[in-house]
């Protein structure tokens, strides 16, 4: 889907679990196809050690996913699934593949007087028949009259088949069910055995490609209304009644996100990160971060501006007030000398008038 709407993928890293389907099911050596081959022949040569070392020589040392353990029994091989790796031992392979039921004993159990043991053989030979007209239907024109297994292997795959195909018609809603503890007691979690189980059903491998694709895929008319609704526009200087859509968004988009949070696809919508309205919501709370912060510190400094203010004008005023006084004390001091001055010139001149008088 992403290289159809050429959105740029390529950094996306996932586990490929398809080379561990074709070690089971791809014809002509894979596990089943190999088993369903030995039954169909029906051979009295052929047993479960013939079919293990046929899939020994088919993958024995090519296919990582296939091995032998040092440990186990010699009759066993091992499937490196997702999950882990799986021992199996192919006693009783052959036999329980072949799923043979007599037509007589068929024939006796559908006849049956009981209406459970009827419904059951109906439901099979129904489940049968459609099993077997899908396949036709996916067999090529020169293989029509070929004959079909009717092993365990061919019909669990053809089953696998249509259940994949009535997924991809529907939209489908899972639902993970995780086995808490061991004990089949009530509030009671076993941290590593849920671990486990996550780790096993790929939840926590879907978590990761899940935060590193694009899982939300929106319309730019929708975006713009989630804009218009937290009013990013207003930090991101674009008109709030803007014609052109989609540059406007994109605008807000380039100065909100990180880079690469966001691919414009051939559809015409837009792919975003799982957690793009929080790193909107997270930008928008910055901006008013810093908004506050602004305005606090202009409150604060304006406070301090005043109390200093308040603070050099009481300085200015004692200062000035005790240098006026200085002042004052200087000149009272400069006249007081000069009032002395005075009387005592006055006072000798009036001696001096009145010895001269007599």
């Not at 089971?24 to 169909?40: M, R, T």
């Not at 203010?309 to 005023?317: A, C, T, V």
Request: glycine fraction near 6%.
């Amino acid at each position: 889907m992403y290289k159809k709407e050429g959105i740029n993928c390529a950094y996306i890293e996932f586990q490929n679990n398809q080379p561990c389907v074709d070690l089971i099911e791809k014809k002509p050596i894979g596990l089943l196809p190999v088993l369903d081959e030995l039954c169909l022949l029906g051979r009295k040569t052929d047993t479960d050690a013939t079919y293990l070392t046929q899939i020994n020589n088919h993958h024995r040392g090519k296919t990582k996913h296939f091995g032998v353990s040092r440990f186990a029994a010699k009759d066993t091989f091992i499937v490196k699934h997702f999950a882990g790796d799986v021992v199996y031992a192919v006693d009783g392979f052959m036999q329980k593949n072949s799923d043979k039921l007599l037509p007589d004993l068929e024939s006796a159990m559908l006849d049956s007087k009981s209406p459970f043991i009827q419904n059951i053989f109906k439901i099979g030979k129904a489940d049968a028949l459609a099993t077997a007209t899908r396949a036709r239907g996916q067999s090529n024109a020169g293989r029509v009259g070929t004959a079909q297994p009717t092993t365990i292997g061919y019909k669990f795959k053809n089953q696998l088949a249509g259940l994949y195909e009535d997924i991809l018609s529907t939209n489908p809603h899972y639902i993970r069910c995780v086995k808490p503890n061991g004990n089949k007691a009530a509030l009671d979690f076993s941290n590593s055995m849920v671990m486990e189980q996550l780790k096993c059903n790929g939840t926590l491998e879907m978590v990761r490609i899940r935060r590193e694709g694009y899982p939300m895929r929106e319309a730019w008319e929708d975006l713009w209304k989630h804009v218009l609704k937290f009013e990013y526009w207003k930090e991101s200087h674009v008109g709030k009644d803007s014609n052109n859509i989609p540059e406007s968004c994109e605008n807000v988009f380039k100065k909100a996100l990180p880079s690469g949070y966001y691919q414009v696809a051939n559809s015409g919508k837009v792919f975003l990160k799982h957690d793009t309205f929080e790193e909107l919501a997270l930008w928008k709370k910055n901006i008013n971060c810093v908004f506050i912060q602004t305005r606090f510190r202009c409150w604060n400094g304006r406070r301090k501006w005043r109390l200093l203010r308040r603070r050099i004008r009481s300085l200015q005023r004692a200062v000035g007030g005790f240098m006026v006084r200085a002042k004052f004390k200087k000149e009272v001091k400069k006249v007081s000398e000069v009032f002395n001055t005075t009387t005592q010139h006055n006072t000798r001149n009036t001696i001096t008038t009145n010895r001269n008088s007599r």
